[in-house]
């Protein structure tokens, strides 16, 4: 298998979706509804699905432009020289005057499980004016990275028009929404699912290697051409119709899982912009994620390239 990030000529990736602040609080587990517990400790750090992926792949060193939003207010400008420091591009973040920008509040156990809610703020207001933006980077792209914490509108027409450039579309599908139209599977090439979003999205639970691949036949049948179901800790299913496997999860100890889901997309579109095999793409994904569930915070958990070589060349 191939391992160094630099060995490699990268394309251009780029990411459509949310800009985020996570507030972040650790507590010996979760709570329950109705529930006070006396947490750990609190720390802020730069997150939201979208941003968390830009900065996946611009650290293991692919050139990564970002589309999409913040506020003018709390925390906006934070964010944007945040992710210019992690070495993604910006020109096509617009900052909102009359807005916050989008805010999740994170809960940690010691078990590394968390519970998040997300506030959009100005990842609520993407729309075809950002689409537009999009559509210019399209010429020099390898891979577009989706996911539903901006209107789903925007998602639809950032599919199609990645679609019609002959672009690769990667979905993540979180959170899962009750408005997924089903046209949008038909322009996703590859499809990223968790066990509770590949649930939501089939309607049967989805928990082991076996449940896995009946995920994936019905997301196949639906018009994707690759599933990729993520079972945490288990490992992870792939298939398109012209083959399956799995991959074992590398053994860690898990500190926070808030963004492995993130840096496992942003491994496989480091993979997918390197020219890899689907099974090496999938494996750089899951590397990827192992890394960042061994470390706390959103964007502070992703690797560099050197981390991520390493850590390849070790378990391989």
Same mark, same amino acid.
């Given at each position: ?50 941003? @968390? ?9 692919? $050139? ?71 559509? @210019? ?88 051409? +690759? ?10 299913? +792939? ?17 926070? $899982? ?22 090496? +793409? ?11 569930? $061994? ?22």
């Amino acid at each position: 298998m191939k391992g160094a990030c630099e060995n490699h000529i990268f394309m251009t990736v780029i990411v459509f979706g949310s800009i985020n602040i996570d507030l972040v609080a650790t507590a010996p587990r979760l709570p329950v509804a109705g529930e006070t517990l006396l947490g750990h400790e609190f720390f802020k750090a730069p997150g939201g699905k979208g941003a @968390n992926q830009a900065v996946a792949i611009a650290r293991l060193g692919v $050139t990564t432009y970002i589309v999409g939003r913040v506020g003018a207010h709390s925390f906006g400008v934070e964010l944007v020289n945040g992710l210019q420091a992690a070495g993604v591009r910006t020109e096509n973040v617009s900052i909102e005057a009359s807005a916050n920008s989008g805010v999740a509040i994170i809960t940690v156990d010691e078990a590394g499980e968390n519970q998040i809610v997300v506030i959009p703020g100005a990842n609520g207001l993407v729309d075809n004016e950002d689409v537009e933006r999009l559509s @210019n980077l399209l010429p020099r792209a390898k891979a577009l990275l989706l996911q539903f914490e901006v209107p789903m509108p925007a998602v639809v027409a950032a599919a199609k028009a990645a679609h019609n450039a002959g672009v690769k579309v990667i979905l993540d599908p979180a959170p899962v929404q009750s408005d997924v139209p089903e046209s949008i599977y038909s322009l996703v090439d590859i499809i990223t699912p968790n066990e509770v979003e590949a649930r939501q999205l089939v309607g049967f639970p989805v928990d082991s290697e076996e449940s896995a691949a009946k995920a994936a036949i019905v997301l196949l049948q639906r018009g994707v051409k +690759c599933a990729i179901i993520k079972l945490g800790a288990k490992g992870v299913y +792939c298939a398109t119709k012209e083959e399956n496997f799995f991959i074992p999860a590398f053994p860690i100890q898990a500190v926070d $899982t808030t963004a492995a889901g993130d840096a496992f997309n942003g491994g496989l579109a480091a993979g997918i912009a390197a020219e890899l095999s689907l099974r090496e +793409c999938v494996t750089w994904g899951a590397a990827a994620g192992a890394i960042a569930a $061994t470390r706390s915070g959103a964007q502070p958990s992703l690797p560099d390239k050197y981390m991520f070589d390493a850590f390849l060349k070790e378990r391989s």
